[in-house]
C-alpha cells in the first residue's frame, strides 16, 4: 500500500472531465471509461481516437497513468476534511491498514474544510479514473458535491462516506455511533451521583453535533431528570464565550454539578472557566468530554470522555468499499449504514465529590477577590 498525498497529483492546465474529454473524442463517457479501464469492447480505431484526446488534452497524469493502463486502477482517493484532528488521522489510518492486503495506492487529498477545494478533488477523482472514493463531506447538504458524487457513481466509481452524510443521496456510509455515545456519557455521570447537568452542545449544523445532543437529552429524559434551556450553550466556535457561560451558570442561582462538553471547543471553554475560578474538576464540577485530546492531558487535566475508534471507522471503510468492488452489479442495494460503537474512558473527572455547595461558592467568592 502506498499513500499519495494531492501535491502529487499535477493534472494539466485544461483540467477537463470525462464529459469533454469524449466530446473531443467524439464518443460518449461510457466509452471513455472502458477504453482507461480496459473493461468491455471497443473498436482499435475508436482506442487510438479516445488515447489520442486523453493525451492531447492531459486528461491523466503520469503518476496514475500507468495503473490505468490495465482493466482497474489501483488508486482509492481519500477525502478528508481536516486531517489534523485525531479522528480523521485516525481514519486514515484504519483506512491504509485495511488496504494493505490488496497493495491499493491511498490517494489523501485534505480539504481543510473548504467546500471548493472539495469540488475540486472530486473532479481529480473523476479524472484519474480511481478505483474508488472514500468522502468524509464538509457539509452534509452540499448540492455540487452531492451531484459529482452521483455521477461518479453512474460512471462506475463506488463511493462510500465516512464521518459525514449527503442528504438526498444512497450512498454508502459509516460513522461513529455519537447518539449512543453521547447516551453513555451522560448515564456515567448520573452513575456517579450528578443530576444537574450542563451541556455545551458543538459547532451547530453537523449530523454529530445534532446526535449528541438528541443522545444527552434522552438519556436525562429516560432517567427522569430535566434539562432547563439555561443549561444547554450553544456557543460552540468560542472557548471564551463557552468560558463565560459556563462561569455564569456556576455563579447563579441554580449551578450545575456536572458539564457534558460535546466536542473538543467546549471541553476548552470548560477548562478555561474552571482554571480562572480555581475549580477542581471531577471535585468541585464534574465533567465528561467528547473525543481524548492528548493536549489537555499534557495540561495536567485527566478528563473522561466518549471516544470514538476512529481506526475501527477508517477499517469499516475500507471494508465497506472492498465490498463494493466485490460485488456483481445489482448485487445489493445502496445506501448501506454502517455505526462504529463509541467507548468511554473514566479518568475520574465524572466523579461527584462531597464538596458542599457552601464551600465551592467560599472557592469561587475567593477566587473573584483574587481577581479584583
Known amino acids: 500500500m502506498k499513500t499519495v498525498t494531492q501535491n502529487t497529483l499535477q493534472m494539466g492546465q485544461n483540467r477537463m472531465n470525462i464529459k469533454e474529454i469524449a466530446r473531443v473524442a467524439g464518443v460518449s463517457p461510457a466509452t471513455i471509461s472502458r477504453v482507461l479501464n480496459g473493461s468491455g469492447y471497443v473498436k482499435e480505431e475508436t482506442k487510438k481516437k479516445v488515447m489520442a484526446a486523453v493525451e492531447k488534452n492531459k486528461y491523466t497524469p503520469s503518476l496514475i497513468a500507468r495503473s490505468l493502463s490495465g482493466r482497474d486502477s489501483f488508486s482509492i482517493g481519500v477525502i478528508l476534511p481536516e486531517v489534523g484532528q485525531k479522528v480523521y ?42 478505483k474508488g472514493l472514500i468522502v468524509a ?55 456517579a451521583g450528578h443530576k444537574k447537568i450542563a451541556v455545551v452542545r458543538g459547532i451547530g449544523g453537523t449530523k454529530e453535533e445534532r446526535e449528541r445532543f438528541r443522545g444527552f437529552l434522552q438519556a436525562m429524559e429516560d432517567h427522569g431528570l430535566e434539562v432547563p434551556k439555561e443549561y444547554v450553550i450553544q456557543d460552540g466556535e468560542c472557548a471564551e464565550k463557552i ?50 485530546q492528548e493536549i489537555f492531558e499534557q495540561l495536567g487535566f485527566r478528563l473522561s470522555v466518549v471516544e470514538r475508534d476512529a481506526l475501527e471507522q477508517g477499517k469499516e471503510t475500507m471494508r465497506l468499499l472492498q465490498e463494493r468492488f466485490d460485488e456483481k452489479d ?11 460503537p463509541c467507548r468511554l474512558i473514566l479518568r475520574g473527572s465524572a466523579s461527584m465529590k462531597t464538596v458542599t455547595e457552601s464551600a465551592r461558592k467560599r472557592r469561587l467568592a475567593g477566587k473573584k477577590r483574587e481577581n479584583n
Open 243 to 292: 468560558s463565560r457561560a459556563i462561569g455564569g451558570l456556576l455563579e447563579g442561582d441554580m449551578p450545575p454539578t456536572a458539564v457534558f462538553a460535546l466536542d473538543g471547543c467546549g471541553t476548552a471553554g470548560c477548562m478555561r472557566c474552571l482554571g480562572e475560578r480555581g475549580l477542581i474538576v471531577g471535585e468541585d464540577v464534574g465533567f465528561m468530554g467528547f473525543d481524548d
Open 137 to 191: 463531506p464538509a457539509a452534509e447538504d452540499d448540492k455540487v458535491t452531492r451531484e459529482k458524487l452521483v455521477r461518479l457513481e453512474e460512471q462506475g466509481m463506488p463511493v462510500v462516506l465516512t464521518e459525514g452524510n449527503i442528504k438526498g443521496a444512497p450512498f454508502d456510509c459509516v460513522f461513529g455511533d455519537n447518539w449512543r455515545g453521547a447516551y453513555e456519557g451522560a448515564e456515567s455521570l448520573m452513575e
Open 330 to 340: 445489482g448485487e445489493r442495494r445502496r445506501g448501506k449504514r454502517v455505526m462504529v
Open 89 to 130: 488521522s485516525g481514519i486514515l489510518e484504519g483506512i491504509c491498514r485495511a488496504s494493505q492486503p490488496y497493495g491499493y495506492n491511498i490517494v489523501l487529498m485534505n480539504t481543510a474544510g473548504d467546500l471548493k477545494k472539495e469540488h475540486e478533488f472530486l473532479e481529480t477523482a473523476e479524472n484519474q479514473r480511481m
